[in-house]
């Protein structure tokens, strides 16, 4: 008789970060800078970091939520199944909690500390991505990522914005 114990699996930075989708992150930071070298004008570069910054983490946070959102359905399929809220590394509670902090302390840091134009796009940015994307139409409808795909072309904008 063999008696074996096993242990929860340790929550790591490594399991947040990977919420965050740092490949999306890294696309939509280049995209968000884009707009910032773009716009007419000029602006003090810690505020165009600030902005970049913003851009940044709005977009870990709706990855996070749409793992969040999704875990039920991302344990079934290959791509997805070794995602930490699959895998038991984070619950779906605190993946939530994670994004919804990092969403709204991204949003009021870019109204707050660059305009509040820049600060709206990005809120609505991150309500597209979750609420329309994510919630209503990736189960009901092909074409999702159509509709959905705004968010992904709103960072420019976002960066013109803030200039």
Not at 131 to 158: F, H
Request: hydrophobic residues 55%; proline residues 6%.
């Amino acid at each position: 008789m063999s008696l074996s114990l096993t242990h929860p699996p340790v929550t790591t930075v490594g399991d947040f970060l990977a919420l965050l989708k740092p490949r999306v992150m890294s696309l939509v930071i280049f995209t968000g800078l884009a707009g910032i070298v773009a716009a007419p004008g000029s602006v003090h570069p810690l505020t165009a970091f600030t902005a970049l910054l913003c851009i940044a983490v709005a977009a870990g946070a709706s990855g996070c939520l749409n793992m969040a959102y999704d875990s039920d359905i991302d344990g079934l399929m290959s791509r997805t199944a070794k995602r930490p809220i699959p895998m038991g590394h984070i619950g779906r509670d605190e993946a939530l909690i994670f994004g919804w902090i990092l969403a709204i302390g991204a949003v009021a840091t870019m109204g707050l500390f660059v305009n509040f134009l820049a600060g709206g796009l990005l809120a609505f940015t991150v309500f597209v991505y979750v609420m329309v994307y994510t919630l209503w139409l990736k189960r009901r409808t092909a074409q999702n990522i159509v509709i959905g795909g705004l968010s992904g072309a709103l960072p420019p904008a976002i960066g013109w914005a803030a200039i």
